[in-house]
Each structure stands twice: as C-alpha cells, then as structure tokens.
C-alpha cells in the first residue's frame, strides 16, 4: 500500500477547512474563530484529504453541539510521545 503523502501549507489547509464554517457559523449567529500557535511550522507533510476530512468532521461535530456561542479550533504541534510535559 502507498501513502501518498505532500507538504500542505498549514495556512491553506485552514482557510480551506474553515471558510465553510464561518458561513455556517454567521448563518447560527455563532462565533467561529480559529487559533494557529505561533511556534506551529509552516507546514507538514500528510496526506491532504485525509487530514480535510479529520478537520471537517471535528467541526461538524462542533457546531452540531453548540446552540449560543460559538467554536473555536486551536492549532499546535502535538507533544511528542514520551517527552516531559508541563501542566499548571
């Protein structure tokens, strides 16, 4: 089997996954609002639709639950497995 795998730009991916939402979030009179940290890398490599559908279905879910006030999405690189943490 092959994954076919590219280098996504992480500002395209999220004004692509988005830009539905803030339609859907106006419509609901909803806040949608996303969050890039600022230490997340300009981009990664995955595979595109994959990585759409994973996005697309936690916001679906998301606004399928929210009534007032609205979704937020935060963005960051995941801890890597085994390295210490701190949490306050």
Excluded: C, W, Y
Aim: charged residues 20%; without cysteine.
């Amino acid at each position: 089997m092959t994954v076919d795998a590219e280098e996504i730009l992480t500002s395209n991916l999220l004004e692509t996954v988005g830009r539905p939402f803030r339609h859907e979030a106006d419509n609901r009179q909803l806040s949608f609002n996303i969050n890039v940290d600022s230490n997340l890398s300009r981009s990664i490599v995955n595979r595109l639709q994959a990585l759409q559908q994973v996005l697309k279905n936690l916001a679906v879910e998301a606004f399928k639950f929210t009534a007032e006030g609205g979704v937020r999405l935060d963005v960051s690189a995941a801890v890597e497995v085994g390295a210490p943490s701190i949490q306050s």
